[in-house]
């Protein structure tokens, strides 16, 4: 393989320079390149629609989440649904099931039950002297045995 030193390589001037006036008669050149060629409306139709789609997702995405975060801040509560609901159509509700007592108290937690009410400091229980017989007597009336409580 030959070695060039570049000494060696002859020198020329390869630019010599623009011909005269061509930088008068540029803009003609140009303006008659471009005349001449249809306008493509149709191709920057699309640019701006593909331009457009990434800002209608994210709006769609933040309505989206806004929406639910609504959704959830109006559904109601627990409490407040069961606000909303008087003790006598409990009582309906209840009487509807045909559930006996027994069944109703195998569901109910009499310790922790007897845990809150003793927990209750009002005045009007304080005074409240129930005998043993009027206590006998509720018991027959509602029919409650003894080994229930």
């Known amino acids: 393989m030959k070695k060039y030193r570049l000494e060696d390589i ?8 623009p011909p005269e006036r061509y930088f008068d008669k540029l803009p003609g050149i140009i303006q008659a ?7 493509r409306r149709a191709q920057w139709y699309w640019v701006g629609i593909l331009k457009l789609v990434p800002v209608a997702a994210v709006m769609v995405l933040i309505a989206l989440y806004s929406g639910l975060l609504n959704n959830k801040e109006s559904v109601p509560g627990f409490d407040e649904l069961l606000s909303e609901v008087t003790s006598d159509e409990i009582i309906q509700y209840l009487e509807g099931l045909d559930l006996t007592n027994e069944e109703i108290l195998q569901e109910v937690d009499l310790r922790a039950l007897s845990l809150e009410l003793e927990d209750l400091h009002d005045p009007l229980f304080d005074n409240l002297n129930i005998e043993d017989e009027t206590l006998m007597q509720l018991y027959d009336e509602f029919d409650i045995q003894d080994s229930l409580l």
Do not use: I, S
């Open 10 to 17: 002859k020198k020329r001037q390869v630019f010599t320079g």
């Open 33 to 39: 390149k471009t005349a001449n060629k249809p306008v």
